[in-house]
């Protein structure tokens, strides 16, 4: 593998390897956070690595650049030696991180490794590290905190130990987890650092080789990854309980794990542990258990009486769905089981406060905002039912569910309706009609033919659902027969959409106010672009105090941002009758959350227009996301253009 000292030329890569479209030095410059002279830099970078192996980045005028790819053999020979997980994702090569999240985590994992070593690690030598001063670092300590804050735990400082951390010891160990182990590493543990350093590699295979001669025992089915989680948490284990750091749990907590089945399964892990490698942690028992129990499936020699209730807990979930967003997932058995499953783990996850990681966590937020939805409220339920508070992670893997269940709902949806275009006043204009027809409605809306005016029969009305035709229709009276103008008005596509979509549906561009559209918004942090729309949209009487306390409520949920520079937060009530959206283009990217952010679509949909959630994330996706449209509203951050772009389709 090539050692890349340039973590941008990686980024760079990965643009182009997920957008596959041309890309300007601009929107990659929003996109990394430095300015378009770097990328060009960068550019030659790239191209400089890519030289003999199949591909290269050209320069397309007036455009921007776009990859070429002349071999592809053997460039995804050249992704599989750099990439991990057969070359689907760009590896993080040992180098310096430059990027403000990277070096939250650089400093994180720098803290909890020196802790398993007993040992603090003073600013001086962290600043050293990653090439910067001491008032830059002094700079991240607030973010680093409010990461630590997840896992209720707190930085401790000491003028001769260094930076240390200080917390309940389960929850540093989870912290650990997350910090220390990326997927690669979950796939091959040999590869982390920690564990070359800490472990032989005759030690991390028989602590494998244990587990599984334990779980094949007692017949336990587990996923690759539960099973590489646990594993990963039983090596943090043995390395804690040999500093004499050690788990706790009330009377009541161990009685009850003490009566799972599980609790003989960690008690001969340990046995043959303290057998083979001479390490106690006999009292680390309940932990252990606690993970293997978490770490389950709900199968078919459950308790009867505890299916029961996961079902009720299901059935809770996909009402308040419907009630929510308007879609009936009722009757898919697929996803009723699969939630079931899940849930059967996530909630002793949730019951222990445990933390799972979850590495397509931004792809799905990005790629199925609706689904993730969907999860948000099933977290809702969770909260008032059984009184467990869920992390994004789990929200994200819920959403995997969902995302599914979405996939076979449009599968299953009614087969597209069929229309004759009638030529009354040229067949040019007829052309344009049935252009911008597709456009508009897609695969919803099959154009049949287009006739003469004199072709059009009775026959022919009954065998479509429409006949548009630009001039009146004489001799044939059918409310098929819908008149337009010959340039097809907004107002003649949203009275089609309306009949399309039935009486519930709406001309969703009606949503999007000029006055609520704010170019070049002054913001510094997501709460104060929050603050500023909702007050706007307060004082113009788009919400009330109630919908405006739900925006942040929903914020705090989880985050809202998406990922290519947009986020899309929005209010959990709205007890008006009418929909709007407010749209902010930013006067420079901010962090978000963790990601960077320069537009935003602040939803406020009431329950009455339910069913407008989903062709509105629908289209925002399409427009903004899957056509990169968003740096066009960027470059040129207008209310018309904004516009422009929704009625592309």
């Known amino acids: 593998m090539l050692e890349i000292q340039n973590k941008r030329v990686l980024k760079i890569l990965e643009l182009f390897d997920t957008e596959k479209k041309v890309l300007d030095s601009a929107s990659m410059a929003a996109l990394i956070g430095v300015s378009s002279r770097t990328i060009r830099n960068d550019i030659k970078e790239c191209n400089a690595l890519l030289k003999g192996q199949g591909a290269e980045i050209r320069p397309e005028p007036g455009v921007g650049y776009m990859m070429k790819i002349h071999d592809e053999d053997r460039y995804a020979a050249f992704r599989k030696v750099q990439g991990g997980e057969g070359g689907k994702v760009w590896l993080k090569n040992p180098i310096i991180p430059s990027d403000h999240n990277d070096r939250i985590s650089f400093i994180i994992a720098e803290i909890l490794l020196n802790s398993l070593h007993q040992r603090g690690v003073t600013e001086s030598e962290l600043a050293d590290e990653l090439f910067i001063s001491l008032s830059t670092l002094k700079k991240y300590m607030k973010d680093i905190k409010k990461s630590l804050r997840r896992f209720s735990m707190e930085i401790t400082t000491d003028r001769i130990k260094g930076i240390g951390i200080k917390g309940d010891e389960a929850q540093i160990r989870y912290c650990m987890s997350e910090y220390i182990f990326n997927s690669n590493e979950l796939v091959d543990l040999t590869q982390n650092g920690f564990y070359r350093h800490v472990f032989s590699l005759e030690e991390i295979n028989k602590v494998q080789q244990i587990m599984l001669e334990v779980i094949q025992k007692y017949n336990i089915p587990l996923t690759d990854i539960a099973f590489k989680n646990l594993l990963v948490h039983l090596m943090i284990t043995l390395k804690r309980a040999d500093s004499k750091n050690t788990t706790e749990y009330s009377r009541e907590e161990m009685t009850n794990l003490e009566e799972s089945a599980y609790f003989a399964v960690a008690q001969e892990v340990i046995a043959v542990i303290l057998n083979r490698l001479h390490i106690n942690i006999t009292n680390e028992v309940y932990y252990l258990t606690q993970h293997f129990i978490s770490s389950k499936k709900l199968d078919h020699e459950e308790d009867t009486q505890v299916k029961r209730e996961y079902r009720i807990l299901v059935d809770s979930i996909l009402t308040k769905i419907q009630a929510d967003i308007g879609i009936d997932l009722s009757e898919d058995e697929e996803l009723i089981s699969g939630l079931m499953i899940h849930l059967g783990a996530a909630v002793n996850r949730l019951k222990f406060n445990m933390n799972i990681r979850n590495e397509i966590l931004a792809p799905i937020k990005k790629n199925y905002p609706l689904a993730f939805e969907m999860a948000v409220i099933a977290s809702e ?269």
């Open 381 to 649: 339920v969770l909260a008032k039912q059984e009184k467990l508070q869920t992390n994004e992670n789990e929200m994200g893997f819920l959403a995997i569910h969902f995302g599914a269940a979405m996939e076979r709902y449009k599968g299953n949806a009614k087969a597209a309706m069929t229309a004759i275009i009638a030529c009354g006043t040229g067949l040019s204009t007829a052309m344009f009609v049935k252009s911008k027809l597709q456009r508009k409605f897609g695969r919803q809306l099959q154009i049949v033919k287009v006739s003469p005016l004199y072709e059009i029969t009775e026959e022919s009305v009954n065998n479509v659902d429409f006949i548009f035709t630009t001039v009146p229709i004489r001799g044939i009276q059918s409310e098929k027969i819908i008149q337009v103008e010959p340039i097809l008005t907004k107002e003649d596509l949203g009275r089609i959409e309306t009949i399309i979509m039935g009486k519930g549906a709406e001309y969703h561009e009606h949503f999007f106010r000029k006055d609520l559209f704010f170019p070049k918004l002054k913001a510094n942090t997501r709460m104060d672009v929050l603050e500023k729309l909702t007050d706007v949209m307060l004082k113009k009487g788009y919400i009330d105090q109630i919908g405006k306390k739900s925006v942040f409520v929903r914020e705090k949920m989880a985050s809202t941002e998406l990922g290519s520079l947009i986020a899309i937060p929005h209010a959990l009530e709205n007890h008006g009758e009418e929909a709007v959206i407010a749209v902010a283009v930013l006067e420079k990217p901010i962090h978000w959350d963790k990601e960077k952010v320069q537009v935003v679509f602040l939803l406020s949909i009431p329950k009455s227009k339910c069913r407008a959630w989903e062709p509105v994330f629908e289209r925002l996706y399409r427009h903004f996301i899957s056509d990169f449209g968003i740096h066009t509203l960027i470059k040129n951050p207008k209310f018309e253009v904004l516009m422009e772009k929704l009625e592309q389709y």
